[in-house]
């Protein structure tokens, strides 16, 4: 089955600095990448989406890339406020299922 | 709209208690429906995902059932829980139309078990 790693398990920036999560996975037929926030107490909630056939999609402070030949994609938050604070997980679909990374405890400081 | 209830919010039973957690969705017909489970405010684990009515399908064997009793009914069941149940359960629907595969979560149910 698909495996997914995402990196680091946990991150603190100061408040206006850039923030970058890494997400690799195993399956080159993997499709669809998307990212979740995760608020404390909150179920997931979908914040950004790529899939394969575009290399970079931008929604205001955040971007995603994939980089389909290496097998990996990244979130980026630009200047982070304190309410980016969260848990934020990448995920892979592959054969029909979202296959989801470990997490990363973002922090950000004021 | 689409919108997605999941009940009730906290829960503690004591060891060997029955389970049974609620999951609906509105504004969508024939969605895929998802159960999963987070530990320790992490990882989320796929326990069970259905297709349609009366389809489960389970990816962990456990001490826990689900099932589909309504196109847009999911329900997480135990008949005896266990210590290890404890944990912070989410149901998700993903839509089948057109090509959007993101999973919608609901706000989760906190599971005690003492």
């Known amino acids: 089955g698909e495996n997914v790693e995402q990196h680091p398990s946990t991150l603190s920036v100061q408040e206006g600095d850039s923030a970058v999560i890494k997400c690799t996975y195993s399956d080159s037929a993997s499709n669809y990448f998307p990212w979740y926030k995760q608020e404390l107490g909150k179920g997931p909630q979908l914040i950004i989406d790529?899939?394969?056939?575009?290399g970079e999609k931008k929604d205001q402070r955040i971007a995603v890339t994939l980089n389909k030949t290496a097998k990996h994609f990244s979130l980026h938050i630009t200047e982070t406020q304190p309410e980016d604070s969260a848990v934020y997980f990448c995920a892979v679909r592959s054969a029909r299922q979202l296959t989801f990374g470990s997490g990363t405890q973002l922090t950000v400081l004021p | 709209s689409q919108t997605i209830h999941q009940w009730p919010a906290t829960l503690v039973q004591p060891v060997g208690s029955p389970l049974s957690l609620e999951c609906t969705v509105e504004g969508t017909s024939n969605p895929n429906l998802y159960w999963y489970r987070q530990a320790a405010g992490r990882g989320l684990q796929l326990l069970f995902y259905s297709v349609g009515i009366g389809q489960i399908s389970s990816e962990v064997p456990q001490n826990l059932s689900a099932s589909r009793p309504q196109d847009r009914q999911f329900i997480l069941s135990s008949k005896k829980l266990l210590l290890s149940d404890s944990g912070f359960y989410l149901c998700a629907w993903r839509g089948r139309q057109g090509v959007n595969y993101g999973y919608t979560f609901g706000s989760g149910t906190r599971l005690t078990v003492v």
């Open positions: 790529i899939r394969s056939n575009v």
